[in-house]
Antibody, heavy 119, light 107 residues
Framework: EVQLLESGGGLVQPGGSLRLSCAAS????????MSWVRQAPGKGLEWVST????????YYADSVKGRFTISRDRSKNTLYLQMNSLRVEDTAIYYC????????????WGQGTLVTVSS | EIVLTQSPGTLSLSPGERATLSCRAS???????LAWYQQKPGQAPSLLIF???NRVTGIPDRFSGSGSGTDFTLTISRLEPEDFALYYC????????FGQGTKLEIK
């Protein structure tokens, strides 16, 4: 059974940093691209970032480019999102998601971790 | 960036009725890379359909997707109580984007 378990969310001040983790199990982690998608409270879904199966290719939404860094650790079956220079508008539930063999199509999602950026 | 506009914003129907949800793109979606997700309150989204019309394994055949270019549709032929939820379309081109969602509510 595919499981994705996010952690690392919390309250942070504007300009601060946070690192999210996503522990994956139930599938061959190294074979699939992985993504982060966020959802502001009461709002819709916003794709944030994707890392290829090898980790060599990364993709970012313009809204986070230069501030967020996606990475993965094959030895730990874990996906990360390093978030720097956080803004109030980054407040959201952050979901980790596994892609199918089709890029950016997300077939399994974690339950999400809440990031609140506030002073 | 491709902007996806979903309509209606809210759709009020009764169980057993047919639901038609629309997703319109600001420019043509490459290779019809259009997916649909369902989200229930307090839950993560789940993938229903990819590449416009391909159902994910286990998704009932009352769900169907169609369209091409800039106009796409998710149809639920006969609504079951568990189908009342939020639905998002997503284009999975070079920079993926989601529509703003359609809320399917019980009338």
């Amino acid at each position: 059974e595919v499981q994705l378990l996010e952690s690392g969310g919390g309250l942070v001040q504007p300009g601060g940093s946070l690192r999210l983790s996503c522990a994956a199990s139930g599938f061959t982690f190294s074979s699939y691209a992985m993504s982060w998608v966020r959802q502001a409270p009461g709002k819709g879904l916003e794709w944030v970032s994707t890392v290829s199966s090898s980790g060599h290719s990364t993709y970012y939404a313009d809204s986070v480019k230069g501030r967020f860094t996606i990475s993965r650790d094959r030895s730990k079956n874990t996906l990360y999102l390093q978030m720097n220079s956080l803004r109030v508008e980054d407040t959201a539930i952050y979901y980790c998601a596994k892609e199918t063999v089709l890029l950016f199509v997300l077939d399994y999602w974690g339950q999400g971790t809440l990031v609140t950026v506030s002073s | 960036e491709i902007v996806l506009t979903q309509s209606p914003g809210t759709l009020s129907l009764s169980p057993g009725e047919r639901a038609t949800l629309s997703c319109r793109a600001s420019q043509s979606v490459s290779s019809n890379f259009l997916a649909w997700y369902q989200q229930k309150p307090g839950q993560a989204p789940s993938l229903l359909i990819f590449d416009t019309s391909n159902r994910v394994t286990g998704i009932p055949d009352r769900f169907s997707g169609s369209g091409s270019g800039t106009d796409f549709t998710l149809t639920i032929s006969r609504l079951e109580p568990e189908d009342f939820a939020l639905y998002y379309c997503q284009q999975s081109g070079s920079s993926p984007t989601f529509g703003q969602g359609t809320k399917l509510e019980i009338k």
